[in-house]
């Protein structure tokens, strides 16, 4: 959709290339317009889901290479932090029909999230099958965590840095809204729970098969064991 930004990306040989403050303002240069890049992005795939414009490409696929894949893409968003990245995805849970683009997206976003507001201890991915019909995901950290009283606004546009105010976000505040949206067009639901200064944990809930829109489990009621 926005591959009219070539330059992203593009100049990357030549400032490896390059010399000194050069190099380094290359670099900066790339990373900004990555920055920049992924605000479009988000701004139009919230546009698109909200307008119901978004059509899935379901197929038949195993949970845990798509988990791995996007937790060594967010790996280097962990930088110098003690936080290790772990990952409970039982080999044998059943295949799950889902776009995996669209999944890639959630994971990416929600691990992303996990590492920004963690600065040590762990972010997990937990896998488990929820009853006959529902494959449950919790991605838990150990983070700065939200209060409770403000836990609703994160689901809400624009919404960002809710428990450190202070702190120049960073993104859009569009990541958690997208996420709920694609989870909710795969029939799931999804639910967070936190506590201040320990962490959060995310659960969502992904249908086995492809089912009806609104026919998801309550993930706030799933307790993966
Ligand atoms: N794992 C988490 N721990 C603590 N707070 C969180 C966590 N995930 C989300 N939040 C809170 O919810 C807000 C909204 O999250 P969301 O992903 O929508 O936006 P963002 O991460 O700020 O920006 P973007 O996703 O667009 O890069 C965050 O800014 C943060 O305050
Ligand atoms: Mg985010």
Partial sequence: ?????????????ENENAGG??????????????????????ILDASKLEAGKVELRLEDVALAPIVSRCMQRCQGLVGAKAVSLEVDVPSDLPRLRVDVVKMQQVFTNLLANAIKFTDQGYVRVRARGAGQQFIAIEIEDTGVGIRD?????????????IQR????PTGTGLGLPIVRSIVELHGGSIAIKSKLGVGTCVTFTLPREPRAKGAGAAASEVVLG
Avoid: C, H, Y
């Avoid at 290359?26 to 992924?38: F, V």
């Avoid at 009283?149 to 840095?161: G, H, I, M, N, T």
């Avoid at 105010?165 to 120049?168: A, E, K, N």
């Fill in 1 to 13: 959709m926005v591959e009219a930004l070539p330059i992203v990306g593009a100049r990357a040989e």
């Fill in 21 to 42: 403050e050069v190099r380094d303002a290359g670099r900066r240069i790339d990373r900004e317009a990555q920055d920049l890049l992924d605000v479009i992005t988000n």
């Fill in 149 to 161: 009283e403000s836990l609703d606004r994160v689901w809400k546009p624009f919404e960002q840095d």
């Fill in 165 to 168: 105010p202070s702190r120049r």
